[in-house]
C-alpha cells in the first residue's frame, strides 16, 4: 500500500484531473452497484454530505436511534442541513417497516417534513448487525409508501457482503445513495466514498467543496483506497473468524455476557457499570477496546490484528474477570 502511494500518478482533484482518484471512483460506483461516486476524507463527511445533498431545513431524517449520523456525527444534520431527526429503536438496528411508515409524517403545515430513510448496515451500536437484501428491500418499500429517500450508511457494508455471502451491490439494490469506508476493516489509511446516481453525485461533488472536503493531488492516498477495495474484503472472513473465536472465550466469564456476533464487532456486557476500569485495565497490557455505555464494552477485529493479539485481549479479559469476581 504504501508503495502504491508512493508511486501514484496525480493531478488536481478539485478539477477532476488526477487520475488514480478517477479509477478509484469507477470502480467503487461498479462495486456499489451505482452510476457515479466520489471519494471523500472520512465516513462522516460521505454521510453528511449526503444527506445535505438530500434533504432541505426543516425537513426530518429518520433512522435508529443508535445511528452514526445522529450519534456520531457531531451534530451534523442539524448543523450542516438544518433538518431534525426522528429516532426508532430496533434491538437489531433495523427499524421494523412497520415502525418506519408510522413515523413518517402527514401534510400537516405544522409538523416537519419526513424527507429521507438512514439505515446503517453493518449496524456499529448493534454488534455489527447485518441486514440481508430482503430485509433491506422491505425497508426501502416502506419508505417509498410515502415518497421518502433512502440513504445507505454502509461504512462496514463490506462486512455485510462477506457475512452473508453476496456482492455489495445486492445489499444496495433500490437505494437512492450509500457511503463506504475504505479505511476501518479495509485497509487504507484514510477515506471513504459516497455513490448514486449522476446528477446526486455532481452534487455532492459542489457540497464536499462546501464543507472543505476539495482535496488537490489526493491520489496518492486513493491508490492505497484503491487497494484496500479490491483487496480488503478478502481479509474480512478472517476478521469475523477471530471475533467469533473472542466472543466464544469472553462469554460466560465471571460477571460477563456476549452475543454472538455476526461480523467483526464484539460487544461483551458487563453485570457492574464497570466498563471504565475494564478499559482501562486493556490498555495496560496494550490491549485497545472502547467503552460504549457504562456497562458494554466495543471490541472490534481488523486486518493488523493476529491470532496472538486475540489471545492476549482473551487473557487481560480473563485475569481482569476473575480479580473482580465476587
Given at each position: ?8 500518478a496525480v ?6 484531473e ?13 462495486v ?18 449526503a ?14 436511534e ?7 456525527e457531531?451534530?451534523g444534520?442539524?448543523?450542516w ?28 403545515v405544522?409538523l ?13 451500536m ?24 433512502v440513504h ?9 457482503a ?9 445489499l444496495?439494490?433500490?437505494?437512492d445513495s ?19 446516481g449522476?446528477?446526486f453525485?455532481a ?10 472536503g476539495?482535496?488537490?493531488q ?9 487497494l ?24 460466560g ?12 464487532i ?14 482501562r ?11 460504549v455505555r ?8 481488523h486486518?493488523?490484528?493476529d ?5 492476549t ?9 476473575r480479580?473482580?469476581?465476587?
Open positions: 500500500m504504501r508503495d502504491a502511494m508512493a508511486g501514484a493531478g488536481d482533484d478539485v478539477m477532476g488526477d487520475p488514480t482518484v478517477v479509477e478509484l471512483e469507477r470502480e467503487a460506483a461498479a456499489l452497484g451505482m452510476e457515479a461516486a466520489l471519494f471523500v476524507p472520512s465516513g462522516t463527511m460521505a454521510n453528511q454530505c444527506i445535505h445533498v438530500h434533504c432541505r431545513p426543516g425537513d426530518e431524517v429518520i433512522c435508529e443508535r445511528s452514526h449520523v445522529t450519534l456520531y457531531a451534530g444534520i442539524a448543523r442541513s438544518g433538518a431534525s431527526v426522528k429516532p426508532l429503536r430496533a434491538e437489531d438496528g433495523f427499524p421494523d417497516p412497520a415502525d418506519i411508515e408510522a413515523a413518517v409524517k402527514g401534510q400537516d405544522h416537519t417534513r419526513s424527507r429521507l430513510l438512514v439505515i446503517e448496515n453493518t449496524h456499529n448493534a454488534g455489527g448487525r447485518v441486514l440481508d437484501p430482503d430485509g433491506f428491500a422491505a425497508r426501502v418499500a416502506a419508505a417509498r409508501v410515502h415518497g421518502l429517500l445507505i450508511d454502509g461504512a462496514r457494508i463490506a462486512n455485510a462477506v457475512a452473508l455471502g453476496c456482492d455489495v451491490a445486492a444496495t439494490a433500490g437505494a450509500v457511503s463506504m469506508c475504505l479505511s476501518k476493516a479495509l485497509g487504507a489509511p484514510i477515506g471513504s466514498v459516497v455513490a448514486g449522476a446528477d453525485v452534487e455532492v461533488r459542489r457540497v464536499r467543496k462546501a464543507f472543505g476539495g482535496m488537490r489526493v491520489g496518492v492516498i486513493a491508490a492505497a483506497a484503491r484496500a477495495l479490491r483487496d480488503g474484503p478478502a481479509a474480512l472472513v478472517r476478521d469475523h473468524e477471530r471475533a467469533q473465536r473472542l466472543a466464544t472465550a469472553l462469554d466469564l465471571p460477571q460477563m455476557s456476549v452475543a454472538r456476533p455476526e461480523t467483526n464484539v460487544m461483551l456486557d458487563l453485570s457492574s457499570p464497570s466498563a471504565d476500569d475494564l478499559v485495565h486493556l490498555a495496560r497490557k496494550s490491549v485497545l477496546a472502547m467503552a457504562p456497562d458494554r464494552i466495543r471490541f472490534v477485529t486486518r493488523d490484528l491470532e496472538a493479539a486475540v489471545d485481549c482473551i487473557a487481560t479479559v480473563t485475569d481482569w474477570s480479580s473482580n469476581d465476587s
